[in-house]
């Protein structure tokens, strides 16, 4: 007779003391912060970008206050190729990355990915004085590197963790973004306003710091495996070996080679990558783009813009962490069937962004305007309960290739928007008109996309992306049961 999960834990635990702390939270504590870090390298330059080309001038009768001594004058297009370049790399790498990490040691190549981010950080400051294409280089550097985060993280968490414990992992590693995010650009904002070293110089140099003590922490303190860690308690050790030593009964799945034919031409799927590219270009836009809308349009100062930005992500943030489990809980209890639970969810996000940016477009009181840009932060946070859920649903056979194929076109939105904005805006960034249009182009493919996930997106697996089964029962290791849930962790933000 084959053994629950926790029956195996209990036989394995008998003689071993139980810590008082398992020191698997502090692994879920470190996935946390180092998300956090990687969002400092990554999103500094949204706001860092406004004290580089605004130093000490007046722009829409709202003086920039900054004491750094460097001054570059890049037009709005420059500007978006900046804050694109990295993710011209970061969505190339996409799908290599992970088979990276499943090949080497995945936190040996997270290391090593943080020494060349920390470097790159560091450098900043002298590429951007050497000329705007070195700054694009090492932008681009940093985001081929930081491709290695994410599968680190979710190879962690399916080692790591038992199955009740996954979702906090998950969601704390989504929030560590936002938050990371959120903290860097209000502290980019106010180390601008400093004369130390420079000015927004500084910021890097704070950021590349940080970047160097947790990467110290993590080489001392992280493994791939619980086994093999010297501060994990043989309690601890025993409970996480249960997972893999199990046993159950199921069906043997079979996998099949990909139907690359109905895989490019079937509506459900494609449904599901327009929604997550277009709902990534609004969360891009919001990202990379509205600091400029609030110091160009509404005159804030570089103080007060990134403490408005830090709204932003403080909202997604809450939304993320509270959603998914929701969506979750919905599902379990059988209130709603899966499809339909997804479909609401997502149908929350599009709306909730929709009515948002109509309001920015046309409020003139500037506290509502910010007050819609937050909320629409918060309804982003929706999609955890749509289409960031439906991919291992739809096509659990293909997970990995059908999740690299999505998120490439959501990571690609990281390099349109800057590219889209700029163009449209060109040198005039306080044209009121000219936002507008750029909201309203976003709003027409928020609703298109909306549209065509409603009609056509299901949580049903696909005939030709499910597994085939064998008829007959053979056991299988908890081993296996783990991999497949290793793979429905294949679910990334944008």
């Known amino acids: 007779m084959s053994k629950s999960v926790n029956e195996v834990y209990n036989g394995h635990n008998g003689h071993s003391k139980k810590p008082l702390i398992p020191y698997r939270y502090f692994i879920m504590t470190m996935i946390t912060i180092a998300t956090v870090i990687v969002f400092f390298t990554r999103s500094i330059i949204n706001v860092a970008i406004l004290a580089m080309v605004e130093s000490g001038e007046k722009q829409n009768n709202a003086t920039v206050q900054m004491r750094s001594k460097s001054n570059f004058n890049w037009d709005q297009r420059d500007q978006g190729y900046i804050l694109g370049a990295y993710y011209y790399t970061y969505t190339a790498i996409q799908i290599g990355a992970g088979s990276l990490t499943d090949k080497f040691n995945a936190v040996h190549v997270f290391a090593g990915a943080q020494v060349i981010a920390t470097i790159c950080t560091l450098i900043t400051p ?32 399916a080692k790591w963790f038992l199955p009740g414990e996954v979702g906090l992992a998950l969601g704390l590693m989504a929030a560590g973004s936002d938050v990371g995010s959120a903290i860097v650009m209000s502290v980019t904002a106010w180390i601008s306003t400093l004369g130390l070293w420079g000015g927004w110089p500084a910021a890097f140099y704070l950021v590349g710091l940080c970047n160097l003590i947790f990467l110290l922490a993590w080489i001392f303190t992280v493994t791939v495996e619980p086994q093999t860690n010297k501060f994990v308690s043989e309690y601890e050790k025993n409970q996480l070996a249960s997972i893999t030593t199990g046993k159950s009964t199921k069906k043997v799945l079979k996998k099949k080679s990909t139907p690359w034919i109905k895989f490019l031409t079937s509506l459900p799927l494609w449904s599901v990558i327009i929604a997550r590219g277009f709902m990534g270009l609004a969360y891009s836009l919001i990202y990379s783009k509205i600091p400029v809308y609030l110091a160009s349009v509404l005159g804030y100062d570089i103080k007060h813009n990134g403490a408005i930005n830090a709204m932003f992500y403080i909202a997604a943030s809450v939304s993320q962490i509270t959603i998914a489990p929701l969506a979750g809980h919905i599902v379990n209890k059988g209130w709603l069937r899966i499809t339909l639970t ?53 096509a659990p056979a293909f997970i990995g290739t059908t999740y690299g194929f999505a998120n490439t076109l959501g990571c690609a939105a990281g390099f349109i928007t800057p590219v889209f904005v700029g163009t449209i805006l060109g040198n005039d960034a306080s044209s009121q008109h000219k936002w507008a249009i750029i909201f309203q182009i976003t709003i027409g493919l928020q609703v298109v996309s909306m549209i065509l996930f409603n009609l056509f997106a299901t949580a049903e697996p696909l005939s030709w992306a499910d597994y085939d089964e064998d008829d007959e029962q053979q056991p299988q290791s908890v081993e296996t049961i783990s991999e497949n849930v290793q793979r429905k962790l294949s679910i990334i933000a944008y």
């Open 126 to 157: 002298i590429a951007a004085k050497m000329g705007m294409y070195y700054l694009i280089g090492v932008r681009m550097v940093l985001g081929l590197i930081h491709g290695t985060t994410f599968p680190t993280m979710y190879i962690l968490i």
């Open 342 to 394: 997804r479909k609401i969810f997502e149908t929350i996000a599009f709306c909730g962004i929709i009515i948002n940016l109509i309001g920015v477009c046309y409020l003139e009181n500037h506290h509502a305007i910010i007050f819609c840009l937050v909320m629409s932060m918060f309804f982003y946070g929706f999609h955890f309960g749509g289409d960031a859920s439906i991919i291992p649903e739809m």
